[in-house]
């Protein structure tokens, strides 16, 4: 007989080619915590020999080998989640409390992500936890100059893993993560030779756990937060070399130089938001902006109910379900407070949109009843 069960929480392994992705999931695997662990694998190219590569017992690990994951195979990860929810359900296998996507190092992550987001089945019974993305110390910056599919990875990740730093040829490591931080300012960095490295925990990045979320969610407000503090006490961060700020650090400008198409900042808002208001930025950013939101991540107090917050989450114009909080995370900040990373889209046109939504009058802006108007907005977005 089937039964319900707990979400899994799913948790994206990238990095580019040959970054170290299958030698840091052989350690992680050695770690009693990846008992009840799935683990697919998908390569690129005729013959996989990945999954031979990764040491362990059992059938938890799965093989997709027919191409790369963010195009051709993207049907067969569905399949192969649906597989292992059906093999849950009726007892076949234990509840699986984490599954594990390592996915080939040209994969651009956004698809991947949106598989599992953006399938009403798959999303019933999963849940991304995040994406892990290996760097190597050797190559790493040649790659990311090279490849906008490892700046992705990099740019989406919520935690950076800097493999081969120990070698000859490893680039000194506040170069590469002055680099790292240009893409991402926010992301955790760990050096994959650190003990930490090899523990299950790395897995975890708290965009979801059944079991405490209200915890997790307050740690990726904290990094969020930490950078904020960093930025001259400003609310926004500014990550983008056509920053107007003429004093601003000139080295700030030289680690952006080649990544000026991709930003990260926040909005930072005290006043509950009214949740049409809300629903109408996202519905418009999401449909007419999707291709160029990589990532938003946001907790947002709404006026109905101001004391349980909302988390969202979406990648491009996939949103997860809006999951609202028992409570905040930290009582004494009950800001909204959005994390968005965009690719050929101005920070200050986010901006100047939500704050057209929220009714606030600027100059040069168009007026919320005229973005209301707007044929793009879709319905769907229900807080
Ligand atoms: N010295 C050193 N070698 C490493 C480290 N991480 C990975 N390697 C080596 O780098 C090579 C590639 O590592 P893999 O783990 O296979 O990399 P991958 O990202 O899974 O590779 P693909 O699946 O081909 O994309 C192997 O020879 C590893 O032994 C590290 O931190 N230090």
Not at 352 to 364: E, I, W, Y
């Amino acid at each position: 007989m089937s039964k319900m069960l707990e979400k899994v929480p799913v948790t994206i392994l990238t990095g580019f080619l040959g970054a170290g992705k299958s030698t840091l999931l052989n350690r992680i695997l050695k770690d009693p915590d990846m008992r009840d662990a799935a683990v697919i694998i998908n390569e690129f190219g005729d013959v996989g020999i990945d999954h031979l590569l990764v040491e362990s017992s059992g059938d938890s690990i799965i093989e997709l080998s027919d191409g790369c994951l963010c195009c051709t195979v993207r049907g067969e990860l569905v399949d192969t989640l649906a597989m292992l929810m059906d093999n849950m359900q009726t007892g076949r296998i234990r509840p699986l409390k984490r599954v594990v996507i390592e996915t080939t190092g040209l994969a651009d992550p956004a698809p991947v992500m949106q598989a599992i987001m953006g399938n009403p089945i798959i999303a019933t019974n999963f849940d991304l936890d995040g994406m892990v993305t290996v760097v190597d110390a050797v190559n790493g910056l040649q790659t990311l100059d090279n490849h906008e599919e490892a700046r992705k990875q990099v740019a989406v990740a919520d935690r950076l893993i800097v493999s081969k730093s120990e070698m000859d040829g490893a680039v000194p490591l506040a170069e590469l993560e002055a680099r790292l931080r240009s893409l991402n300012p926010r992301a955790p960095i760990l050096d994959a030779g650190a003990t930490e490295a090899g523990r299950a925990s790395i897995l975890v990045n708290g965009l979801y756990d059944p079991a405490s979320k209200i915890a997790d969610v307050g740690r990726w407000l904290h990094d969020e937060m930490a950078l904020d503090a960093h930025d001259h006490g400003h609310h926004h961060g500014h990550h983008d070399h056509e920053h107007d700020d003429h004093h601003h650090n000139q080295n700030a400008h030289d680690v952006n130089r080649h990544d000026g198409s991709i930003r990260s900042f926040s909005i930072v808002e005290s006043q509950p938001i009214d949740p049409m208001a809300l629903e109408m930025f996202i519905d418009l950013l999401r449909s007419a902006h999707g291709e160029q939101l990589l990532r938003m991540k946001a907790i947002v107090a709404l006026s109905d109910k101001p004391d349980r917050p909302v988390v969202l989450h979406g990648v491009q114009n996939i949103f997860h379900a809006p999951v609202r909080l028992p409570a905040w995370p930290d009582p004494s900040d009950r800001r909204t407070r959005m994390v968005i990373i965009t690719k050929d889209l101005q920070e200050s046109f986010v901006k100047d949109l939500f704050d057209a939504f929220l009714g606030k009058p600027r100059v040069d802006t168009p007026d919320r009843a005229a973005l209301e108007n707007n044929p793009l907005a879709i319905p769907g977005m229900r807080l």
